[in-house]
């Protein structure tokens, strides 16, 4: 499978990257690290990632567009369905050879390799190892946005199926110099003042019905403020003694973006009955409706 993956980029003479829509730390790193280690001109287009992420090494190189109408080949990471890609209908369809890399369990294998590891807590972890495997030159930039990518969607090395593996990629990714501290403080340890401000409202108004935490934020809350994490969110009111989900509702342009966290039950599965998807302990769908209504029916869909 991974030399299938290395041929296919050996080959191509156009090759893009592709990640899914509100790209997070996993998607971003993986995104950059991947474009630097093909070493050849690969388009990484993403058109709108949290700012906060710019800290990432070549995080300038990122394109709001390709140039190609076709490439010869397509890379998808940390993506579980092809719909959930942006750039799908430009780039990804159009791509003489598509291949897929993700760590979701709802993976589709959407594409001609399918390389998907649902028990891997981070795809950096995926990327990581395969370099390694591969015995490729990890760049300490590289290494920098895979250790990014790993805190990210680890929540700091809490959250997921961590195991010895991921702390064992991670130490020999911090053998190439890596600055953890620094690291972690940009992924994890900050945030801005309007941030700050969101998380205060976030947790006013949560409430506990039935050992689920529901929160919301309004169109209003957070115009403005470009692409919000919910995942920074959700975690300043989780972990609260006998509550078993957590709910943030974000109201958007005609529909709710739903994010569910749980250690207890598979909210994935919740989530795919509203057409959206994750992993068993943490994940997001959008719904048509208002927050109260959108509220209602995914309380209904946990009890
Ligand atoms: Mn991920």
């Known amino acids: 499978m991974l030399s299938n993956i290395f041929d296919e980029i050996e080959k191509a003479?156009?090759?893009?990257?592709l990640t899914h829509k509100n790209p997070d730390g996993d998607a971003m790193s993986c995104s950059l690290a991947f474009g630097m280690m093909i070493h050849k001109d690969v388009d990484i287009v993403i058109?709108?990632?949290p700012k906060r992420l710019n800290f990432l090494p070549n995080a300038d190189k990122i394109k709001r567009k390709g140039e190609n109408k076709v490439y010869d080949l397509a890379i998808a990471l940390d993506t579980s369905e092809e719909k959930r890609l942006v750039g799908y209908d430009e780039y990804y369809k159009n791509?003489?050879?598509?291949?897929?890399i993700d760590h979701h369990d709802t993976n589709t294998f959407y594409g001609d390799v399918n390389y998907v590891l649902p028990d891997v807590p981070a795809c950096a972890q995926i990327l990581a190892d395969m370099f390694f495997k591969k015995d490729l030159n990890v760049s300490i930039e590289i290494a920098t946005c895979l250790v990014a990518g790993i805190l990210s969607d680890t929540s700091g090395l809490v959250e997921r199926n961590i195991n010895a593996d991921t702390f064992y990629t991670l130490s020999k990714l911090l053998g190439y110099g890596v600055d953890y501290k620094k690291v972690y403080e940009e992924v994890i340890g900050s945030c801005s003042r309007e941030i700050f401000r969101i998380k205060q409202l976030v947790v006013s108004r949560v409430v506990i019905s039935h050992d689920i935490a529901i929160s919301y934020l309004l169109k209003k809350d957070i115009e403005g403020l470009g692409l919000i994490e919910s995942k920074y969110l959700l975690k300043s009111y989780m972990g609260i003694e006998g509550v078993k989900v957590v709910m943030l509702?974000?109201?958007n342009e005609g529909f709710v973006r739903v994010s569910l966290r749980s250690n207890v039950i598979?909210?994935?599965?919740?989530?795919?009955?509203?057409?959206?998807?994750?992993?068993?302990g943490s994940a997001g769908c959008n719904v048509n409706g208002s927050i109260e209504e959108v509220a209602k029916a995914i309380y209904n869909e946990i009890l």
Do not use: M, R
Request: glycine letters at 12%; charged letters at 20%; one cysteine or more.
């Open 47 to 49: 058109p709108n990632y």
């Open 13 to 17: 003479h156009s090759i893009v990257i």
């Open 95 to 100: 791509a003489k050879v598509k291949i897929n």
């Open 249 to 251: 509702l974000t109201e």
């Open 266 to 280: 598979d909210v994935s599965k919740i989530c795919q009955k509203f057409g959206g998807g994750g992993h068993i």
